[in-house]
Structure formats: C-alpha cells, structure tokens
Antibody, heavy 121, light 107 residues
Framework: EVQLLDSGGGLIQPGESLRLSCAASGFIFNNFAMNWVRQAPGKGLEWVSSLSGSGANTDYADSVKGRFTISRDNSKNTLSLQMNSLRAEDTAVYYC??????????????WGQGTLVTVSS | EIVLTQSPATLSLSPGERATLSCRASQSVRNFLAWYQQKPGQAPRLLIYDASNRATGIPPRFSGSGSGTDFTLTISSLEPEDFAVYYCQQRGTWPPTFGQGTKLEIK
C-alpha cells in the first residue's frame, strides 16, 4: 500500500525558513517523480515543485522560484522542501504527491495527508 | 500557463442523479487531463487520468471524456460519499495547472 506521510509544518514569521518532509513507502521510490502541491485556506490547489526520480531534474512555480528547494533521499525514501524567505502568501496546507512517471509531467496518483504552514507575525 | 475553467462552480443534486462537470482549457492539452476529488479535511484523490482512464480503485460510476480543450467528468448515479469538491488538472503543457474546482453538494 502506497503511503506518504507529510511533516514539518508550523507557525513561522515572515522571512524565516522551514523544512517540510515526506516519508514514502509501498512503492519503488526512485522510480517516480515526486511533487509538492499546496492549498491556501479555503482556496484551490497550486502546484509548487517537482523532482524527477533520480533527483537530477527540478522544477518550481514562479511564485516560489529562488526561495524553495526540493530534494530527495532515495536511500531513505524521503522527499523534502526547504522553504526560505517565507511570506504571508505562502500560508497553506502543503501536500507531497507521487507522480505517475519517472520524469516530471505525470498526474499525481497518491497524496500525503498534508502539513499546514502558517506564515504570520 | 494554461488556465482551466471549471463549471459550474456549484452543482446541487440528489443521490441517484447523474452529475456532469465541465473543465475547459485556455489552449489544447491534448488528452493530458486528470480529475481529483477532495473531501473536507482530506487530501485530493486521483479519479481519472489522461482524460478517460480511471485510477486504481475508482468505481465505474465515474467516467471522463474529452480532448483538446473541453473535458467532462460524469458520475452516473450519485452516492452519498460523492458529494465533495472536484478539480481538473492539466499536464499537457508545463507547468501543471488546476481548475478552481466544482463543489458538488446535496440538494
């Protein structure tokens, strides 16, 4: 059974940093791209970042480019999102989501339960 | 980036009725469109990928159709657990984008 467990969210002040993690199990982790998708309170879904199965190819939404860094440890089946220079508009539930293929561009077939990031002074 | 417009914003129906949800893309996404269901407090769940393929474990009352710019999600006979928000998402052109959602509510 595929399982994704998101963690690391919390209340943080503008300009500070936070690191999210996603522990994966139930599938061959390095065979699939992994993604982060966020949802602001009461709003829709927004793709944030993708990482290929090997970790060599990364992509970011314009809204987070230069501030967020996605990474993975295929030996530990974990995905991370380092978020720097956080802004109030980054407040959202962050979901890790498994891709349906090795490279970016697949659908998102399994999702973590989400972790809430609140950026506020 | 491609804009996905979902309609209607809210759909009020009764259990047993047929639901038809629409998703229109600002330019062609070929057949690279997915549908997700999200219930309050839960993560989204993949229902349909590549326009018409049901994801693992999705019951046959859910079906998808369309290509290019116009897509439809049909629920043939609504069950009580189907009342939720539905999102479409395209992967035909980078970056992936989502529609704003259709809320399916009990009439």
């Amino acid at each position: 059974e595929v399982q994704l467990l998101d963690s690391g969210g919390g209340l943080i002040q503008p300009g500070e940093s936070l690191r999210l993690s996603c522990a994966a199990s139930g599938f061959i982790f390095n065979n699939f791209a992994m993604n982060w998708v966020r949802q602001a309170p009461g709003k829709g879904l927004e793709w944030v970042s993708s990482l290929s199965g090997s970790g060599a190819n990364t992509d970011y939404a314009d809204s987070v480019k230069g501030r967020f860094t996605i990474s993975r440890d295929n030996s530990k089946n974990t995905l991370s999102l380092q978020m720097n220079s956080l802004r109030a508009e980054d407040t959202a539930v962050y979901y890790c989501a498994k891709g349906t293929q090795w490279l970016r561009g697949g659908a998102f077939d399994y999702w973590g339960q989400g972790t809430l990031v609140t950026v506020s002074s | 980036e491609i804009v996905l417009t979902q309609s209607p914003a809210t759909l009020s129906l009764s259990p047993g009725e047929r639901a038809t949800l629409s998703c229109r893309a600002s330019q062609s996404v070929r057949n690279f469109l997915a549908w997700y269901q999200q219930k309050p407090g839960q993560a989204p769940r993949l229902l349909i990928y590549d326009a018409s393929n049901r994801a693992t474990g999705i019951p046959p009352r859910f079906s998808g159709s369309g290509s290019g710019t116009d897509f439809t999600l049909t629920i043939s006979s609504l069950e009580p657990e189907d009342f939720a928000v539905y999102y479409c998402q395209q992967r035909g052109t980078w970056p992936p984008t989502f529609g704003q959602g259709t809320k399916l509510e009990i009439k």
